[in-house]
């Protein structure tokens, strides 16, 4: 059974995801998507503790070596990222009931959760396998479960954004299988291990560097990269609660593991660095998306868009740590993927707590919930702490090992916008604490109890994490700095 685990890891939910269909009872439904998320779970944990023993993983599909049959390998980088996507989709699971029965009509729960376990089986796959073709189609099944998931949302603007987001991730996805398609020609090989092994005799031509740019253009479409940032908040301010915390802790990541696994491991880091100078555009990028979508996070009135601008200006940092190209900046960056999803799982859960309760989370409805709902308002101001740097939480160790990065490189100016960005976050979390602490509800506001424990278990389980993680980065630090090295080191 070990030697199975990166296919079991994939087959789980995307087995799971059918035979929901069979299970007549919304509760049992539930149960049974949260079992298969945690064998998930569980799974990636194994996997993890496997790679850092014994180092990759090679699974052939059917018996067919690689290059000719599918690959499934897994090192220190694709191990972390599958233990945060199953780790948060089974967290935010446990609220999952709870959330829905708020927000989506009951005759639609059963394809709720049939999607969000095919959300879940695309983003382990894009993760878990070895092939760039395979990379696409688990990303079209990512992708088109998405965009169901969102337009399931209350409003009627959560159709729009579906739709926003479809017309850009089809054209994302659109670039990565032309780029995908024009390696193959110049290669003859889908594997990303056989490419990387081939692309350097035929990287001086036009085809290849052609390639590149689709590839890079398609993911960071994907990624919400500034300025390629326009589907994303719409998507995360109007999807139902739960795929808002989901999308906000995972998909990206997902994104930026893509990012790096093609401009590290398949195309190699001198032709991606140094034949086309990336450092600088991604750098740039960074730094503009983050005062950008700071400064816009400030002046929303929707407490979900707000953060969710607020998630465009994370990814900055991540490009910036991932355009220095040094073992420090890297592990930034992955430290930044973990942290990252273990914030806004917390306040996007919290979030949802609040729509369960309130109704909505437009900014003015939050006046004194701060007394009626202590629990989890504590938990948006923890994880509002935590994304603006503050120590004994995980956003301090992130920035910190980025200014590390930056200041070893000699990138003082750089280092300094990114404090002062990480001010900014300070005056759109305040606005939050302003209203719920300091300003009384108004006459025409009802009153609201707290959150019931199938939220706060979660939100807390998260927030806790924030803290920990934050005074012990031996398990983060330790399996990024490894995964940053060996990507350096030119394992695949």
Known sequence: MIAHLPILQVILPLMAAPLCLLLKRAHLVWLFTLIASGLAFAISILILQQVMTTGVISYALGGWEAPWGIEYRIDKLNAFLLLIISGISTIVLIAAQSSIEKEIPKNKHTHFYVLYLLSLTGMLGIVATGDAFNVFVFLEVSSLSAYALIAMGQKRQALWASYQYLIMGTIGATFILIGIGLMYQMTGTLNMQDL????????????????????????????????????????YAYAPSIVTAFFAATATKVAVYLLIRFTFSVFGVSFSFTTIPLQTLFMALGLVGIFVASTSAIFQSNVKRLFAFSSIAQIGYMLVGFSLTTVTGLTATLLHLFNHALMKGAIFLALGAVVYRVGNVELANLRGLGRQMPLTMAAIVIGGISLIGVPLTVGFVSKWYLLMALIEQGYWPVAALVLIGSMLAVVYVWRIVEVAYFQAPTDNQVKVKEAPMSFLLPIWALVIANIYFGVDTRLSVQVAEAAAQSLFGGAL
């Open 196 to 235: 990387s092994q081939r692309l350097p005799e035929v990287a001086q031509t036009r085809t290849v560097f052609a390639a590149f740019a689709f590839v890079v253009v398609g993911v960071c479409l994907k990624l919400a990269m500034f300025p390629l940032h326009l589907w994303l908040p719409n998507a």
